[in-house]
């Protein structure tokens, strides 16, 4: 397959993966409420590098890398919970007004957040790894596919995010502060939750 094939393959792939809302799409989603379309984007940035880091060990067969991961990933997993949880009392108090200094440390802030969240799930590394044995990426084709299914699997990923921050950020002129207070509430309840589920599974 050529290059901008193999691309496309990874682009699909990445748009997959970031789709579908879980607790990192929701910490973007209320931050574009807040802050903006940029600071969403921010956070879906976060969450691409995190998963094209993961796609490149997959891809590059750096397995040193791949069992130093596994490894500690119980601590990473429950660091990941606790952070998690943190975030989601945060938010249930965050106030509702935003500055232009708080959005611009929102943006640096959340990609922060959804990097070290993404990392924090050591099994997308097993996962990527099946994607692309299933590719054929295990059996030959160098580094040049390898490089455009990770290049793809970024460009897909932060694809969705730009997508959701947009369709959000155009609905955002409708919100009050009041309603964004609540939303703040539940968005940190939900969160909490996620967190407790994720508790639940790793006990």
Known sequence: MTFAGDFAQGAVLGFSIAAPVGPIGLLCIRRTLEHGP?????GGLGTAAADASYA???????????A??????????VVGILTLAWLGARTMVQPAAATAATARGAHAALFAQ????TLTNPATIISFAAIFAGLGLATGGGA??????VGGTFAGSLAWWIVLSGAIGAARTKITPAILKWINRGAGAVLMGFAAVLAARLL
């Open 144 to 149: 040049l596919r390898a490089g455009a299914l």
């Open 38 to 42: 940029a600071a969403g984007i921010a």
């Open 68 to 77: 130093a991961v596994t490894a500690i990933a119980l601590p990473l997993q």
């Open 56 to 66: 490149a060990v997959a891809a590059f067969g750096l397995t040193a890398v791949s």
């Open 114 to 117: 959804t990097f070290f969240l």
